[in-house]
């Protein structure tokens, strides 16, 4: 069988990866450098008899897709900053009523308009705090476009699994840079469906009561079981409460959920990290000019590693203090004022030997960059 | 199947105030639902924030009470990834037309299968009395101690501008006419609106010096007539009730499925 070749932008491997993945639902409004997404969804989902719907803003956009997936569709809506934005509140309330949805966020630079056609990694909080309360969240981000494929494959398995919004976090230069793209045969990645509840029709569904495992298989809406869900914190029947006790426990389930499994969501890869005194720790468009260095540095003989974060929430700080034990020292390459910096600090048993190298004017950090940061780090001057 | 039958029983009582016009509201709808048969299955209520939206959770549908203002964001989701299934948006004046009244336009402009109820009471009561942006010039509010300067929306004259393809306005002293015009828009192919005026005993009334809900009732029932009536003629200032549009125009979900035809037929 031939290999079904793409040569695509890393924002139409995006769509690609949702729709193998089962999307049959996107809803979103125009938006620099995502915009691409919904063009793409515009044109294949009716051609599989799947739903796109232009919005009136992204916060209607994130509302109909959280709506869709209720009636048991698999759903995404894209954007970019400030779009994200707008998109914090119903973000929240996918948390809080536990829907399965992605969202992609193809990253600009911010705050406010900023530098829409230029590349950032800024909205790295934003992803994990932007909407309000304690809450736990998932974010994964790629470097190339296979991986984009593979990790939006994966945001839809983990929002199937774990009853939660999953976000990409992309960035400009992947959304929009063209590269080849393998598809996958159907089945070659593995995919979560929706789980749903085998309860009888007449018989009392929880529709908020975990499993032993810790999932909670879902009725859709149309079908036999009729239930409320809401944005207040709720008891298992998805109806309101303000009992101290449930407010507790469903505030301990939505960490609990994600923060316990957080060694099952972790993704990352690994280059030349075995006897690495020097690892640079990168994600997205970075990791591509890290990369670079790690690769032309070892050429010389230098003992130089690379260590790409794909999850970013929750934090893989397990793999990061065991990766980074024996390393002199630990640069972070992104491109914002050290989002991932201060997680790696935290996660290491040595802080003081972790280093930032990062650009944040809406250029590509390039090896040349990385190389001038690692000259200082290593005490040889500018 | 009796009235009670739609009632969720476990989440009685309810946090309406004595005297509040949304029980009326509620009672209507209720039956409009009885009187067409319509399977409780078949029926998603959706609802935003605020005293009206908890209707939503009193009722044995598939119930979805979201965020203020997006009600007709997420029903417009649920609409068209299931288009066979009847959707109900009640909002509040607030709800509908202040932060949400740019998802209002907008889903009366697609002409999607929705009904939409606006419950106007003229005042945010659940955050305690402050003026909505049908509380119209001169009202009392907690944040308008000086009298309101904001002018009011018409939720007929801006449906009917902004596309909607049924439209019908009544009040609360006239729970007849809520079943009725209820009934006639879950009925409406495309996106209906029933604005029914209610009262607020506890905040518009009580701010406003107009009295308890006995009074609010005559207030409505004084200050409204039937459409083109001898009363209207003879005062301009009455407010009109009755349907005011009823078109068929091509809906939002059946336009789709010739979007998928198209596609399809890579035409």
């Given at each position: 069988?031939?290999?079904?070749?793409?040569?695509?932008?890393?924002?139409?491997?995006?769509?690609?990866?949702?729709l193998?993945?089962?999307?049959?639902?996107?809803?979103?409004?125009?938006?620099?450098?995502?915009?691409?997404?919904?063009e793409?969804?515009?044109?294949?989902?009716?051609?599989?008899?799947?739903?796109?719907?232009?919005?009136?803003d992204?916060i209607?956009?994130?509302?109909a897709?959280?709506?869709?997936?209720?009636?048991?569709?698999?759903?995404?809506t894209?954007?970019?900053?400030p779009?994200?934005?707008?998109?914090?509140e119903?973000?929240?309330?996918?948390?809080?009523?536990?829907?399965?949805?992605?969202?992609?966020?193809?990253?600009?630079?911010?705050?406010?308009?900023?530098?829409?056609?230029?590349?950032?990694?800024g909205?790295?909080?934003?992803?994990?705090?932007?909407?309000?309360?304690?809450?736990?969240?998932?974010?994964?981000?790629?470097?190339?476009?296979?991986?984009?494929?593979?990790?939006?494959?994966?945001?839809?398995n983990?929002?199937?699994?774990?009853?939660?919004p999953?976000?990409?976090?992309?960035d400009?230069?992947?959304?929009h840079m063209?590269?080849?793209?393998?598809?996958?045969?159907?089945?070659?990645?593995p995919?979560?469906e929706?789980?749903?509840?085998s309860?009888k029709?007449?018989?009392?569904?929880?529709?908020?009561?975990?499993?032993?495992?810790g999932?909670l298989?879902?009725?859709?809406?149309?079908?036999v079981?009729?239930y409320?869900?809401?944005?207040?914190?709720?008891?298992?029947?998805g109806?309101?409460?303000?009992?101290?006790?449930?407010?507790?426990?469903?505030?301990?389930?939505?960490?609990?959920?994600?923060?316990?499994?957080?060694?099952?969501?972790?993704m990352?890869?690994?280059?030349?990290?075995?006897?690495?005194?020097?690892?640079?720790?990168?994600?997205?468009?970075?990791?591509r000019?890290?990369?670079?260095?790690?690769?032309?540095?070892?050429?010389?003989?230098?003992?130089?590693?690379?260590?790409e974060?794909?999850?970013?929430?929750?934090?893989?700080?397990?793999?990061?203090?065991?990766?980074?034990?024996?390393?002199?020292?630990?640069?972070v390459?992104?491109?914002?004022?050290?989002?991932?910096?201060?997680?790696?600090?935290?996660?290491?048993?040595?802080?003081?030997?972790?280093?930032?190298?990062?650009?944040?004017?809406?250029?590509?950090?390039?090896?040349?960059?990385?190389?001038?940061?690692?000259?200082?780090?290593?005490?040889?001057?500018? | 199947?009796?009235?009670?039958?739609?009632?969720?029983?476990?989440?009685?009582?309810?946090?309406?105030?004595?005297?509040?016009g949304?029980?009326?509201?509620?009672n209507?709808?209720v039956r409009?639902?009885?009187?067409?048969?319509i399977?409780?299955s078949?029926?998603?209520?959706?609802?935003?924030?605020?005293?009206?939206s908890?209707?939503?959770?009193?009722?044995?549908?598939?119930?979805?009470?979201?965020?203020?203002?997006?009600?007709?964001?997420?029903?417009?989701?649920?609409?068209?990834?299931?288009?066979?299934?009847?959707?109900?948006?009640?909002?509040?004046?607030?709800?509908?037309?202040?932060?949400?009244?740019?998802h209002?336009?907008h889903?009366?402009?697609?002409?999607?299968?929705?009904?939409?109820i606006?419950?106007?009471?003229?005042?945010?009561?659940?955050?305690g009395g402050?003026?909505s942006?049908?509380?119209?010039?001169?009202?009392?509010?907690?944040?308008?101690?000086?009298?309101?300067?904001?002018?009011t929306?018409?939720?007929?004259?801006?449906?009917k501008?902004?596309?909607?393809?049924?439209?019908?306005?009544?009040?609360?002293?006239?729970?007849?006419?809520?079943?009725?015009?209820?009934?006639?828009?879950?009925?409406?192919?495309?996106f209906?609106?029933?604005?029914i005026m209610?009262?607020?005993?506890?905040?518009?009334?009580?701010?406003?010096?107009?009295?308890?809900?006995?009074?609010?009732?005559?207030?409505?029932k004084?200050?409204?007539?039937?459409?083109?009536?001898?009363?209207?003629?003879?005062?301009?200032?009455?407010?009109?009730?009755?349907?005011?549009?009823?078109?068929?125009?091509?809906e939002?979900?059946?336009?789709?499925e010739?979007?998928?035809?198209?596609?399809?037929?890579?035409a």
């Amino acid at each position: 069988m031939t290999e079904n070749i793409k040569f695509v932008q890393g924002n139409e491997a995006c769509v690609e990866g949702a729709l193998y993945a089962g999307l049959d639902f996107f809803a979103g409004y125009p938006i620099t450098p995502s915009t691409e997404v919904a063009e793409q969804m515009s044109v294949q989902l009716p051609k599989i008899g799947g739903s796109f719907l232009q919005m009136e803003d992204e916060i209607a956009s994130l509302c109909a897709i959280i709506g869709a997936s209720l009636t048991g569709h698999k759903v995404m809506t894209a954007t970019s900053g400030p779009g994200f934005s707008l998109m914090q509140e119903a973000l929240g309330y996918a948390v809080m009523a536990e829907i399965p949805c992605v969202i992609v966020n193809v990253q600009r630079g911010g705050p406010s308009t900023g530098n829409p056609t230029h590349v950032a990694q800024g909205d790295v909080n934003q992803a994990r705090w932007g909407t309000h309360g304690d809450h736990a969240i998932v974010a994964l981000t790629a470097s190339n476009h296979q991986d984009v494929f593979a990790v939006t494959v994966e945001a839809f398995n983990i929002a199937e699994t774990y009853r939660t919004p999953v976000i990409l976090l992309f960035d400009e230069v992947i959304g929009h840079m063209r590269e080849r793209l393998v598809i996958p045969e159907p089945g070659e990645i593995p995919l979560v469906e929706r789980l749903r509840t085998s309860v009888k029709e007449g018989v009392d569904y929880h529709p908020y009561l975990p499993r032993e495992d810790g999932r909670l298989p879902m009725s859709d809406f149309g079908s036999v079981h009729r239930y409320n869900v809401t944005g207040l914190y709720h008891d298992m029947w998805g109806f309101p409460s303000d009992n101290p006790k449930i407010v507790h426990g469903l505030s301990r389930h939505l960490m609990d959920k994600i923060e316990n499994n957080a060694h099952q969501i972790a993704m990352v890869k690994e280059y030349y990290l075995e006897d690495a005194e020097q690892i640079l720790i990168s994600y997205g468009a970075s990791a591509r000019s890290a990369l670079h260095v790690v690769v032309s540095r070892r050429n010389r003989g230098e003992q130089l590693g690379l260590l790409e974060l794909q999850t970013l929430w929750p934090f893989p700080a397990e793999i990061v203090r065991d990766r980074c034990r024996n390393a002199r020292s630990v640069t972070v390459v992104e491109m914002n004022k050290g989002q991932i910096l201060e997680q790696v600090k935290h996660a290491v048993e040595a802080p003081e030997r972790v280093f930032l190298a990062n650009r944040v004017d809406g250029v590509l950090i390039n090896p040349t960059d990385i190389r001038n940061f690692l000259r200082v780090i290593q005490g040889r001057g500018i | 199947m009796a009235v009670k039958d739609f009632l969720r029983e476990r989440f009685f009582p309810h946090l309406w105030c004595p005297g509040c016009g949304h029980g009326t509201v509620l009672n209507g709808l209720v039956r409009a639902i009885e009187e067409l048969g319509i399977r409780k299955s078949d029926i998603v209520m959706v609802s935003g924030i605020g005293c009206s939206s908890r209707i939503s959770g009193y009722l044995d549908f598939h119930t979805l009470h979201t965020i203020h203002g997006r009600a007709l964001a997420f029903a417009t989701g649920v609409k068209m990834s299931r288009p066979k299934l009847n959707l109900i948006v009640p909002m509040g004046d607030g709800d509908a037309l202040a932060i949400g009244g740019n998802h209002f336009i907008h889903a009366c402009r697609r002409n999607i299968d929705i009904t939409a109820i606006v419950m106007n009471n003229r005042i945010y009561g659940m955050t305690g009395g402050q003026y909505s942006p049908l509380s119209g010039y001169g009202a009392a509010a907690t944040t308008a101690p000086y009298s309101n300067i904001d002018h009011t929306f018409d939720v007929v004259e801006l449906s009917k501008a902004a596309g909607a393809t049924f439209v019908a306005r009544t009040t609360s002293y006239h729970p007849k006419e809520i079943t009725k015009y209820i009934k006639k828009a879950i009925q409406h192919k495309g996106f209906s609106v029933v604005e029914i005026m209610s009262q607020c005993p506890t905040y518009f009334g009580r701010k406003n010096k107009i009295g308890g809900a006995v009074e609010m009732l005559e207030y409505m029932k004084d200050q409204t007539t039937p459409i083109d009536s001898k009363a209207k003629a003879e005062n301009p200032d009455l407010i009109e009730r009755g349907i005011f549009v009823e078109k068929e125009l091509p809906e939002y979900c059946e336009e789709y499925e010739k979007v998928i035809e198209r596609a399809k037929g890579g035409a």
